[in-house]
Structure formats: C-alpha cells, structure tokens
C-alpha cells in the first residue's frame, strides 16, 4: 500500500515563500499524474496544480502565477513551490493523483499565512 507523506508547511507571513514535499514510502516508488490538493474547513478540496511524468504543470487560476510544482528527476519527490503567499492560501495541502486510481489521503502539510 502506498503512503503519501506531505511537508514543508508552516506558518509564514502574507508575501512569504514555503516549498512543499511529497514522498510515497517505498524506495522504488515513481510518480506519474500527480497533482497538489488543498482544502479549507468547509470547503470542498479543490485541485492547485498538476503535472504529467514529461513535466507539463497546469495550475488553478488562483495560484497561477505563484506557485510552481516540479518533481526530482528520479520522480520520486513532488514538490510545490508557493511564493507570494495570501492569507486565502491557508489550507491543508494535500498530494495525489490526479488521474486513474487515487492513492489514500496522506496526513497533508498545514499552510497557514497571516500577519
């Protein structure tokens, strides 16, 4: 069974920077369709940014521009680059597929960004 584990998150200040991880136990695990989750309480999970195993990232209008998600070359880390933090980033971000069968939820990072 594969486990996602999420880091990286923190309390930072509005216009601060975090970059997030995303790790699967086991040493030989690859990534393919991955993608970047966020949800705050009483909303619904909503998608921030994907990208393929040939490196083409899509990002949600809301943090285009912002936040850049990338993979180590041996696709075994998925990382999300957040700058420009608003406080409507606050959330708990997940990792996960973005395609095919969904792997179970990790325990996600908390972002919170406030002053």
């Known amino acids: 069974q594969v486990q996602l584990v999420e880091s990286g998150g923190g309390l930072v200040q509005p216009g601060g920077s975090l970059r997030l991880s995303c790790a699967a136990r086991?040493?030989?695990?690859?990534?393919?369709?991955m993608a970047w989750y966020r949800q705050v309480p009483g909303k619904e999970r909503e998608m921030v940014a994907r990208?393929?195993?040939?490196?083409?990232?899509i990002y949600a209008d809301s943090v285009k521009g912002r936040f850049t998600i990338s993979t180590d070359n041996a696709r075994s880390t998925l990382y999300l680059q957040m700058n420009g933090l608003k406080p409507d980033d606050t959330a708990v971000y997940y990792c996960?597929?973005?395609?095919?069968?969904?792997?179970?939820w990790g325990q996600g990072t908390q972002v919170t960004v406030s002053s």
């Open positions: 990208i393929t195993g040939v490196g083409s990232p």
């Open positions: 996960n597929r973005y395609a095919g069968a969904m792997y179970p």
């Open positions: 086991g040493s030989s695990f690859r990534f393919n369709a």
